[in-house]
């Protein structure tokens, strides 16, 4: 059985369309939408709403982990919106899940990123569409796990978990063949980006699941240019299946 596997898709709905051919179906692994782009600045919900030369300082500010500083900015340009912030920002994202869920092939097996708002996934769901998160599903005689989300971070996106919760869901799937999840087991390599230059952050609980129940593979993204694409730990190959946004093929798994 050919299963393809994408994640971190970022609103690259065309290269979606096209993602499980040649599959018997695919997997996706989150982060479909694309709130503001390191790479391009003016792509994003964030630079829709506020303009390019908002999106530099944003960015810029982010990147120079002046947190708090980001915020204050961000803050205002939202104050200056008529309303609430939340309206517009579910306008937009709802836009984009319309888009990038009509591109998506089936069969396809899906789990949240940790910039997704899995509350708005289910209207956009199609025949096929099968969504799991601390659950298991038999794909080609095997058992796959999926653990979707990430962590508490500075930049508080939208699906981010304390870590006993994200912990509970490793530990609700179980023994599986194949572990799929949005952010890389807490091995440093994994977890730098290269082109970021700062470490992103991975989970102890699925490190700690590797080396006790060996999967044959750990499958994860959210780390766009990682230092190391894969690694092995005992049995177990822990794979970032790629960036989509950027490269816009799947990574392929035969089981």
Known sequence: MRIHVVSDVHGRAEALRSAADGADALICLGDLI???????HAQGIFADLFGRANADRFIELRTLKRFDEARAFSRDLWASLEGDAWPHIEKAVDRQYAELFAAMPSPAYLTYGNVDVPRMWAPHLREGHRVLDGETAEIGGLRFGFVGGGLRTEYRT???????????????????DVLCCHIPPAVPDLLYDTVARRFERGSEAILEAVHRTQPRYVLFGHVHQPLASRIRIG???????????????PYVLTV
């Open 235 to 249: 049995r177990t190959e822990c794979v970032n299946v790629g960036h989509f946004r950027a490269r816009g093929v």
């Open 34 to 40: 694309l709130f503001i782009d390191y790479d391009d």
């Open 158 to 176: 939208p699906y981010e978990l304390d870590d006993e919760a994200y912990a509970a869901k490793v530990a609700a799937v179980g023994e599986v």
